[in-house]
């Protein structure tokens, strides 16, 4: 495994998040409904219903707790942005 050269030292300004930016823009931003490409269209990863009981790897592949699946929404998410 290769250690960063960045490994111990601050990050570089230029590296660094707008947090302000972030906030603001997460509050006044909107997508243009009419473009599909602003559309969100993929699933959630997430329990719609408490207290299933099963073996991990059932409970995994019932509620899409899977690498794969995981991998893919975040894809999505990625792929919109």
């Known amino acids: ?3 960063s050269p960045l ?3 601050p990050a570089p300004k230029e590296m660094l998040v ?3 930016r972030l906030e603001r823009e ?3 931003r909107r997508p243009n409904l009419d473009d599909p ?3 969100v269209s ?3 990863i997430g329990m719609h219903t408490f207290g ?3 073996p991990l790897k059932e409970l995994q592949k019932k509620f899409g707790f899977e690498p794969e699946r995981i991998a893919a929404v975040a894809k999505e998410v990625l792929d919109l942005h």
């Open 18 to 20: 707008d947090l302000a």
């Open 37 to 39: 490409e602003q559309r």
């Open 7 to 9: 490994a111990g030292k």
């Open 26 to 28: 997460y509050f006044e």
């Open 42 to 44: 993929f699933g959630v």
């Open 52 to 54: 299933a009981s099963a």
């Open 1 to 3: 495994m290769t250690i």
